[in-house]
């Protein structure tokens, strides 16, 4: 059973920086399709970094929604199965629950899938100003 398990939430500073961390339990490979998404209360939720492979030319590019472009960065440390999220320079509109999500190339089209099947629990991150 595929399970992805959301890490480093916390209540920081405007300004401040957090790491968050995704680690996945009952899949052993490394993920090519993997995105990060956030949920604020009474808004719905948003992707703010999202993983998207291409089998046709094996390259995998890595997207930013624009209110964190610049200031967020997505990370994989394969050898630990660990995805990253690095968030700088943050402000209380960052505020919200962040998600995981993940799922495996779609054989035929040989891209990601608009829905992902395997999402975590969620890790909380507040930002006071």
């Known amino acids: 059973q595929v399970q992805l398990v959301e890490s480093g939430g916390d209540s920081v500073q405007a300004g401040g920086s957090l790491k968050l961390s995704c680690t996945t339990n009952?899949?052993?490979?490394?993920?090519?399709?993997m995105a990060w998404f956030r949920q604020a209360p009474g808004k719905p939720r948003e992707v703010v970094a999202q993983l998207d492979y291409q089998r046709t030319t094996n390259t995998a590019t890595t997207n930013y929604a624009a209110s964190v472009k610049g200031r967020f960065t997505a990370s994989q440390d394969n050898a630990n199965k660990v995805h990253h999220l690095h968030m700088t320079n943050l402000s209380p509109d960052d505020s919200a629950t962040y998600y995981c999500?993940?799922?495996?190339?779609?054989?035929?089209?040989?891209?990601?899938?608009?829905?992902?099947?395997?999402w975590g629990q969620g890790t909380q991150v507040t930002v006071s100003s």
């Open positions: 999500a993940a799922d495996f190339v779609n054989y035929e089209s040989g891209r990601c899938p608009k829905e992902y099947s395997y």
């Open positions: 009952g899949y052993s490979g490394n993920w090519k399709c």
